[in-house]
């Protein structure tokens, strides 16, 4: 199935047909229009952009890199590369780039190993999170082995050509976003692991996260990710340049192995060859199970990504849980307090480290700060009536953290982290019965354009309003012609403009991704090639089995199910395992560890062998006929109930309606009904 925007062919005919355009618009980049040339030039007239310590710092401990830090699967693939991003080492300032943007992401370019301190060295710029290399008395103990396995070899490979080669004695995730641990099997063996002879620590809570939070709303979130990190994007001045937090995301095999050691207590300590490592238990800030490292050895603070050289998110735009900005900011003054006056060098597991005791503690202090300030800001705000659009057009940082390059919003911005607040305390709505219950976006769309005075009206008026630099306005108003009728490849054009402008104005790098792979879309159409998932092997393998149920039950088709009851025992010999399910009213639940003596049917498999099926190494009904799943009972009901779970469209439509426009664009792929689970 596919629900994404029809291609450009299929569009322009459509329109025709429809009489929506007599000209063919012209759907190619823009450059700068003097709106955004205005805005950006003010951006740079008001920034310290003479504070070069971040340059000094970025470059501090270079030792070396491999050519464009190009790295390439086994078949030639290429996994991770920095060569379309040579355009970054111009000391020209685009006109279509935000200038503070610019320097982030040209500081994002430092590729290679650095030494940070004595026995301690970072592999950075060789994926979207660093790499961190402790040397202990007999081996190496790794922290955060990035995304790809690939990289995570490569990185290692670049420090052995330059240190004494060592083996890796322990791996450290710091929390449980893939960029930290997914690369794992580049560098140790899981036999290892299982004979002891590797470490792996993890704090509290880990496994359960690492695996679920991408799983349940997986299919929508890796779309999103799509918008905040750009890979359709060309790289280049109209394209991709940043995401802020670092450059993109490699493309490799994501891997997974089990902690062996979990953090359980606040201040837990460990030896490990010979390193001391003092634990600090941060859960629920920038992801619900992360923790700081202190070395007291080294005088060294990692702060993980708890304290980065950017606002980070407390609402990311792919879509996660909102993150709680007040314990945010009471764990980095907690570090501040245990550590800060023992630390003389404090590294993240991004970006690049700080120097000097003095400076380590400014930047927690007023990272710390930047938090609460959005936090209690937020609050004041929405405790006085506001509603979220509105706070995020009143709320202003003070002119301490405004001028505070580490406090700029190149990942994180005010607006959306002021609206995530205000989500947490008071969700979607905003009080006012009119937005209770609207109608549904192409509904709303198609009567508001009509009031408008006809899509033709809409578009004459729009673009003055685009000659005048109102491009937020453009945007929204295009938008709803563009619901109202998807194929009005004028609306679309003109959309695809004001979203391109408001993308070169952008200070966060994940806010010109998200504008200007919009653009691309209403232009070309969606992408042909799905998100890169982090639903990997290793995390299926390691997802807990009444997740996976979970995962059945969103994925269950209710007018399908509607007036169907049924019990389905599942029995799983390899792990001692058995799940009783029941369907009714539509809902699919159910319970570990019991069976039920009148089931429909008994189905009995391996978790090994349901793993394959998960991951489409094989379906169901060969399994069956392998003799690797056994029914008994009634195997039709089994079937039947495998054809009510739907398949998630990977690239499903976002800047177009998804649904209606089958009513608009008929023969459309939309308009296909779901596949039938296999």
């Known amino acids: ?55 000094e710092d970025a470059r501090r401990g270079f030792i070396a890199t491999i050519p464009n830090a190009e790295v390439k699967a086994a078949n030639g693939r290429v996994i991770w590369s920095l060569a379309g991003y040579r355009f970054l080492e111009s000391d020209r300032v685009p006109d279509t780039v935000n200038p503070s943007l610019w320097r982030q992401a040209q500081l ?12 301690v060295y970072q592999v950075r710029g060789f994926d979207l999170s660093n790499m961190t290399i402790i040397e202990g008395d007999t081996g190496l103990i790794v922290i955060d082995p990035l995304i790809s396995t690939e990289v995570a070899r490569a990185g290692l490979e670049l420090y052995g050509q330059h240190r004494p080669k060592k083996p890796v004695v322990a791996v450290v995730y710091t929390h449980s976003h893939v960029d930290h641990f997914g690369g794992v099997r580049g560098i140790v063996d899981e036999a290892d692991v299982k004979s002891g002879k590797v470490k792996i620590l993890a704090p509290h809570g880990f496994m359960e996260y690492a695996v679920s939070e991408n799983v349940i709303a997986g299919n929508a979130m890796s779309r999103r990710a799509q918008f905040q990190f750009g890979p359709e994007l060309p790289r280049g001045e109209k394209g991709q340049v940043d995401t802020g937090l670092g450059r993109t995301v490699s493309v490799g095999t994501i891997s997974l192995i089990a902690p062996t050691d979990i953090i359980e207590r606040a201040s837990d300590k460990r030896v490990v060859d010979g390193v001391e490592m003092v634990f600090q238990l941060t859960p629920g800030t920038e992801a619900p199970a992360e923790m700081n490292i202190y070395f007291p050895q080294f005088r060294m603070l990692n702060i993980a990504e708890n304290v980065t050289h950017n606002m980070h998110n407390l609402y990311t735009i792919r879509g996660a849980e909102i993150r709680d900005a007040v314990a945010w900011s009471a764990y980095i003054e907690q570090a501040r307090d245990l550590f800060g006056d023992r630390t003389d060098v404090m590294i993240a597991q991004h970006h690049w480290p700080r120097w000097g005791q003095a400076s380590v503690n400014e930047m927690l202090a007023k990272q710390r700060d930047l938090y609460k300030y959005i936090h209690d800001q937020s609050v004041r705000l929405l405790n006085q009536g506001y509603t979220p659009r509105e706070i995020s057009e009143l709320i202003r940082l003070p002119a301490s953290l405004e001028n505070e390059w580490s406090a700029r919003g190149y990942y994180g911005t005010l607006a959306h ?45 729009a673009r003055a309003d685009f000659r005048s630099g109102n491009f937020r ?29 408001l993308g070169y104005q952008s200070e966060a790098g994940t806010w010109r991704n998200a504008y200007l792979m919009a653009a691309k879309e209403l232009r070309t159409g969606p992408p042909k090639v799905p998100a890169v998932s982090t639903v990997s092997p ?141």
């Open 108 to 119: 994002n370019q430092f590729h290679g190993l650095f030494k940070v301190t004595e026995r």
């Open 417 to 461: 982290n002021a609206k995530g607040v205000y989500q947490k305390y008071l969700g979607w709505y905003d009080a006012n019965p009119a937005t209770l219950n609207p109608l549904p976006p192409a509904e709303s769309a198609k009567r508001y354009v009509e009031y408008m005075g006809g899509a033709s009206a809409v578009i004459d008026r």
């Open 538 to 678: 290793d995390v299926i393998r390691a997802i807990p089995l009444s997740l996976f149920f979970d995962f059945l039950a969103v994925r269950l088709d209710p007018a399908k199910a509607e007036g169907k009851r049924m019990v389905i025992n599942w029995v799983f010999p390899d792990t001692n395992q058995q799940v009783r399910m029941n369907l009714e009213n539509s809902a699919l639940t159910h319970v570990m560890g019991k069976q039920a003596p009148d089931a429909d049917a008994t189905v009995t498999l391996n978790r090994a062998t349901l793993d394959q099926i998960t991951l489409r190494q094989k379906t169901f009904v060969d399994a069956a006929k392998a003799g690797e799943v056994r029914i008994q009972g009634n195997g039709a009901r089994v079937q039947e109930l495998l054809g009510m779970l739907v398949e998630f469209n990977p690239v499903f439509a976002v800047v177009t309606p998804n649904p209606t426009i089958c009513a608009t664009v008929p023969g459309d792929p939309a308009c296909r009904p779901a596949a039938p689970a296999k």
């Open 1 to 55: 199935m596919n629900r994404s925007a029809p291609g450009l062919l299929a569009l322009a005919a459509a329109a025709a047909v429809a009489g929506c355009a007599t000209t063919t618009p012209d759907l190619t980049p823009k450059d700068a229009h003097p709106a955004t040339l205005a805005a950006n030039a003010a951006v740079a007239k008001t920034l310290p952009f003479a504070n070069r310590q971040d340059f």
């Open 473 to 501: 306005w453009v945007a929204e108003v295009m938008n709803q012609v563009v619901f109202a009728d998807p194929a009005n490849m004028q609306a679309r054009a003109l959309a695809a403009d004001a979203l391109e402008q």
